[in-house]
């Protein structure tokens, strides 16, 4: 039998939705269901009948590929579902660099409508190559410009106070 692990990271009631459209896609019959949830919700999660396993993430932070779960060290999954709570997946990277930390064959996002995709080990490392690009590009820009609003910022606002009188 094939194991899936869903990694918790949207509310239960989209979950909800999710796990029709998940159990459809992914039949229990061919794949056993675990979940990785943070503690406050363990109990609302076992209410999942195909649900085989709950593994508690064992930190009151959000996700991070820096904390990692000893119970899924030794652990290896067929599909790692990210469900994520809008249309893109925007705003869910610390999840999806999260799920590198547990071997997969395959990856894949579930959206706010039970869209799904596959997005790629190779994927996830280069939205973070492209995020630190981002923010250097940010923090030098932010460099540079700033001196020259220091410089000529009092004389635009001596300009605008001249033309207020």
């Keep these: 039998m094939k194991k899936l ?17 998940l159990m459809e896609t992914f039949p229990s019959e061919q ?3 675990h ?12 209410k999942y009948k195909a649900i085989k396993r709950v593994i508690v993430y064992p930190y009151k932070q959000s996700f991070s590929a820096k904390r990692t779960v000893r119970e899924l060290k030794n ?10 709570t809008n249309v893109t997946g925007a705003g869910f990277f610390n999840v999806l660099q999260f799920s590198l930390t547990v071997r997969a064959k395959r ?18 490392w280069w939205m973070g190559a492209k995020h630190i690009l981002m923010m250097v ?29």
């Design 5 to 21: 692990l869903i990694i918790r990271s949207a509310s239960l009631q989209q979950l909800d939705k999710n796990i029709v459209k």
């Design 31 to 33: 794949y056993e269901y």
């Design 35 to 46: 979940m990785l949830t943070h503690e406050h919700s363990k109990k609302l999660v076992e």
């Design 75 to 84: 652990e290896s999954y067929d599909v790692i579902v990210i469900p994520v």
């Design 107 to 124: 990856r894949v996002v579930c959206n706010l409508v039970s869209d799904m995709w596959d997005v790629s080990s190779q994927r996830i």
């Design 137 to 165: 590009t940010s923090f030098m820009s932010t460099m540079f410009v700033s001196p020259l609003i220091l410089l000529f910022l009092p004389f635009l606002l001596k300009q605008l106070e001249k033309k207020g009188n």
